[in-house]
């Protein structure tokens, strides 16, 4: 029995389910063999349980005589089965504390799990920690949170399970305030211990509550605690770093993980930290790691790493994605194609490669409004707006589907780019009229940048008057058209008035002085700046530019280098900046010569 008993229970603790085709000739030997004993039978009832093909056939193998084991093995059923087995329990045993825990897991209702809650309070058991901590993670998992409080309030004495239980089942509701209560009253508790999940549980409500500071008092208690070496609290405090943009303690908690240690969640994490802020080329960097480390990515992953090779316009980077995506089967796994799909559209068309986003958007099975605003946006930024609004006539005749705000915002960029006026007009009219959507100061703006490109300044400006406080982004579309159209008066109104917008920092300051200096007035110039000088304005930080270089051996090789104007950081700064300066001196050389030769003799190859 012994030599026989040991692979049952190497198949039972098996993650992977067993077959029907091994159960049967198995449970066959047994009984022919006369070895189906109490401790084999409970291992084989735990056998039946997990294949759903031999569910209807598990209550046979009870009878009054099996041992309460077996019956609680069986316990894991369905809830109909459950309920079954769990009267044939009653009939023959008394329940233990190991009996109500599965059949409150299975309630497939709240009005299931009183009655099990009810029957477990007549049987005696209700308040033991066993079949409390059930109780309670099936009362919050239907949002039933004032109902287990009042359990967990009656229990004579917790163990770290229940509170765990409590407070993660409290986080997971968007109860913070009261799962931080909880957690202090474990902290009072002097017999409670955390574990691992007790932390990670807390810093989650950190994290959604953007409670920084008690974040890093936790971060304390788990260096003082040894849970610092613990991967799920590890990505647990990175992710809280990142989302309170907090990218270099982030880095140091990743950093201090050991390479074997960190898992999926944890390059996730870190990839999540920069994207939250925006570091795309750090993101890049990253990245290349985790691919070295022969991490494979998933849906997290993608959706870091997409838009970072969108903003960089690392375009064999996102082929790289692209092929992994398609490889690995994520693009058919359901909805997950959709979003996998967009980040890719979104990547393609921000990386000027609008044809091979237009196949990905073909080959799609499904499309849902995020798609076609990519792709009405894609066209508009690359002036194919005729395209474009063919694109939103097809989404919402066609398909049917009601366009949104950054919808019918795509399709006035279209216009706004392709000259079509009327159109852009009446796409502003119909947003309140037919679709019911109350126009933003995106829409206003793009209406003014449109009727300014167009020379109708005055139209323009009425626009921009109705719209009232517009922000500074419209009144620096106004003013490039009464600069394009050399409406001098205009523009330096223009200015004065994005001057005061509070969002225009040192912006509308440059430009008021660029006018005057586009006017030839250099006294006025002079005193904009030196009124800029007093004020304590500064200009605001330089633009960043990305190169990708490398990539011959599949993309492997990659890199990604950023430069900011002036920056002298880059290890081969000293190289760069020499071919810089031979470019210009070439290129003064060429401007010298074109002013005595005709442009076309001028070879410079």
Same mark, same amino acid.
């Given at each position: ?19 029907? *085709? ?65 009267? *044939? ?22 009005? /299931? ?13 209700? /308040? ?17 949170? !004032? ?65 920084? +500071? ?13 849970? !610092? ?5 590890? #990505? ?5 770093? =990142? ?11 990743? #950093?201090?993980?050991?390479?074997? !240690? ?56 996102? *082929? ?52 076609? #605003? ?7 930024? /690359? ?69 300014? *490109? ?31 159209? =050399? ?50 304005? +500064? ?26 104007? =002036? !920056? ?38």
């Amino acid at each position: 029995m012994p030599a026989l008993h040991l692979p049952l229970r190497a198949i039972v603790s098996s993650p992977h389910p067993p077959t029907q *085709r091994l159960l049967l000739p198995l449970h066959a030997h047994l009984l022919v063999s006369g070895r189906l004993a109490a401790a084999a039978l409970t291992s084989l009832v735990s056998l039946y349980a997990r294949v759903p093909a031999l569910h209807p056939a598990l209550p046979l193998l009870l009878t009054p005589a099996s041992p309460l084991p077996c019956f609680n093995a069986a316990l894991s059923l369905p809830h109909p089965l459950a309920l079954t087995v769990f009267r *044939r329990l009653r009939l023959a045993h008394s329940p233990d504390p190991f009996s109500f825990p599965p059949l409150a897991a299975s309630a497939p209702s709240p009005h /299931h799990l009183l009655a099990i809650h009810a029957l477990a309070l007549r049987c005696g058991l209700a /308040h033991g920690l066993f079949c409390a901590s059930a109780l309670l993670r099936s009362y919050l998992s239907f949002g039933l949170a !004032d109902h287990a409080h009042r359990l967990f309030d009656e229990l004579p004495r917790r163990d770290v399970v229940v509170w765990n239980t409590m407070l993660n089942g409290l986080a997971k509701l968007g109860c913070f305030h009261h799962a931080l209560e909880c957690f202090l009253q474990m902290r009072a508790d002097t017999a409670a211990e955390i574990s691992s999940f007790t932390v990670t549980g807390i810093l989650s409500v950190c994290t959604a509550t953007a409670d920084f +500071q008690s974040g890093t008092t936790v971060h304390g208690m788990v260096i003082k605690s040894g849970f !610092d070496h613990n991967v799920s609290v590890g #990505n647990s405090l990175v992710d809280l770093y =990142g989302k309170s943009h907090k990218v270099a303690d982030a880095a140091t908690v990743f #950093n201090a993980m050991a390479e074997q !240690d960190r898992d999926l969640f944890s390059w996730n994490s870190m990839l999540s930290a920069l994207h939250y802020s925006a570091d795309h080329a750090g993101t890049m960097r990253l990245f290349a790691r985790m691919r070295r480390a022969a991490v494979w990515p998933d849906a997290v992953t993608v959706a870091a790493v997409l838009p970072a090779c969108a903003q960089t316009a690392a375009l064999k980077v996102g *082929r790289e994605v692209h092929g992994y995506i398609v490889s690995s089967g994520l693009a058919c796994d359901g909805a997950l194609s959709v979003f996998a799909c967009n980040a890719l559209l979104d990547m393609y068309a921000k990386s000027g490669a609008l044809d091979e986003a237009c196949r990905v958007f073909g080959w799609m099975r499904q499309h849902d409004v995020v798609s076609w #605003n990519i792709m009405i946006d894609g066209y508009a930024s /690359h002036g194919r707006g005729q395209e474009a609004l063919e694109l939103f006539r097809q989404m919402t005749e066609v398909e049917g589907l009601v366009p949104d705000e950054v919808t019918l915002l795509g399709a006035m960029s279209a216009c706004s780019h392709s000259g079509l006026v009327e159109e852009g007009r009446c796409f502003l009219k119909r947003m309140k009229e037919e679709f019911g959507l109350d126009p933003q100061l995106e829409h206003y703006a793009c209406v003014a940048d449109m009727l300014g *490109r167009a020379g109708r300044l005055d139209e323009a400006r009425k626009v921009l008057e109705e719209a009232g406080a517009v922000g500074a982004g419209a009144w620096r579309a106004y003013l490039a058209a009464c600069r394009m159209h =050399g409406d001098k008066e205009r523009a330096q109104e223009a200015a004065r008035m994005l001057m005061t917008t509070e969002e225009s920092g040192s912006g509308g300051w440059m430009l008021l002085a660029n006018t005057h200096g586009w006017d030839g007035n250099f006294e006025e110039l002079q005193e904009v700046r030196g009124e800029m000088r007093r004020r304590g304005v +500064q200009k605001a930080a330089p633009g960043c530019s990305w190169v990708e270089v490398g990539g011959g051996n599949g993309g492997s090789g990659t890199v990604v280098h950023a430069f900011v104007s =002036g !920056d002298k950081a880059h290890p081969e700064a000293d190289m760069i900046y020499e071919m810089l300066h031979d470019l210009i001196s070439w290129m003064r050389d060429c401007s010298d010569l074109s002013i005595r030769t005709p442009f076309y003799s001028i070879e410079c190859s």
